[in-house]
């Protein structure tokens, strides 16, 4: 994430929240490099704000480096520049901590829809470009004090096998488990992303703070996805440890993560 990108935000509330929207589609992956926006007026109707408003949200963006405005050719999207100096890590990840931790915090249910993939789940777990999914969003508290915002996505096929009832108080695993898959292994990315409005409410915390951003595609034993999370963390209130162990001879001796060794999820 380019530090300037952080830095520049646009003035007024308004301005900010639309910014802050578009953003963080464009860091997500929603928006893809090279991608044309909807005009100005398409997207103060959207926002139910101004177009000067929208402007304002734009050129921060620009000066941000993550679109590119030309006049005649629309604005498009400058993802690439945006991602190319993010600093990613992979972690291995224990399936059994992940179902402790639903066992030991409740949800909070905020949607509950079935519709098509969006491309980029679509093409993270390698479904068809018709395929549907179960798009679910919940917020997971500990306590009483909200600490992730989780977004879902199941193949229509597994995910008819439980209710949003099910989703609402099991764990997303145990009810993939019952539903006959069997899960073999997964992959996330993480990285940082700033609180829209939406997700900024429903964590209680003031919209445009740093939150960490969570990516994981789960696969079964044949290889196919079967689930796709979208995750935002406070935190203060979430911390993932991966040990490393020293290997190598000589001067090519690094530091490697210890596979098969417990991570953990707070």
Same mark, same amino acid.
Request: glycine letters at 10%.
């Given at each position: 994430m380019r530090p300037e990108a952080v830095q520049i935000l646009p003035e007024g509330a308004k301005a900010r929240r639309v910014y802050l929207a578009l953003r963080d589609q464009i860091s997500g992956g929603d928006l893809r490099d090279g991608e044309t926006l909807p005009g100005e007026q398409k997207l103060a109707e959207a926002f139910s704000v101004s177009r000067v408003t929208v402007r304002r949200a734009l050129d921060a963006l620009a000066q941000g480096g993550l679109i590119e405005r030309r006049i005649g050719s629309g604005t %498009?999207? %400058?993802?690439?520049?945006?991602s190319g100096q993010r600093a990613e890590m992979n972690f291995n990840t224990l399936m059994p901590q992940l179902v402790e931790m639903g066992q030991k915090t409740t949800a909070r249910l905020l949607s509950f829809s079935y519709g098509s993939a969006p491309d980029f789940v679509a093409s993270a777990m390698?479904?068809?470009?018709?395929?549907?999914?179960?798009?679910?969003? %919940?917020?997971?508290?500990?306590?009483?004090?909200?600490?992730?915002?989780?977004?879902?996505?199941?193949?229509?096929?597994?995910?008819?096998n439980y209710s949003e009832n099910d989703l609402a108080t099991t764990p997303l695993f145990k009810l993939l488990e019952r539903s006959g898959v069997q899960i073999k292994e997964a992959h996330q990315s993480v990285s940082a992303m700033l609180a829209g409005p939406d997700v900024?409410?429903?964590?209680?915390?003031?919209?445009?703070?740093?939150l960490l951003s969570l990516r994981r595609v789960? %696969?079964?034993?044949?290889?196919?996805?079967v689930e796709?999370?979208?995750g935002l963390y406070r935190p203060d209130m979430f911390r993932?440890?991966?040990p490393l162990t020293r290997v190598g001879e000589g001067g090519a001796r690094h530091w490697e993560p210890a596979i098969g060794e417990s991570g953990s999820e707070r």
């Open positions: %498009r999207v %400058r993802a690439r520049a945006a390698g479904l068809g470009g018709a395929a549907k999914v179960q798009i679910a969003t %919940r917020v997971r508290l500990a306590g009483d004090v909200p600490f992730s915002h989780l977004t879902t996505y199941v193949p229509a096929q597994i995910a008819q900024a409410e429903a964590l209680e915390v003031e919209v445009g703070s740093a789960v %696969r079964d034993v044949e290889g196919n996805g796709y999370l979208s993932l440890d991966m």
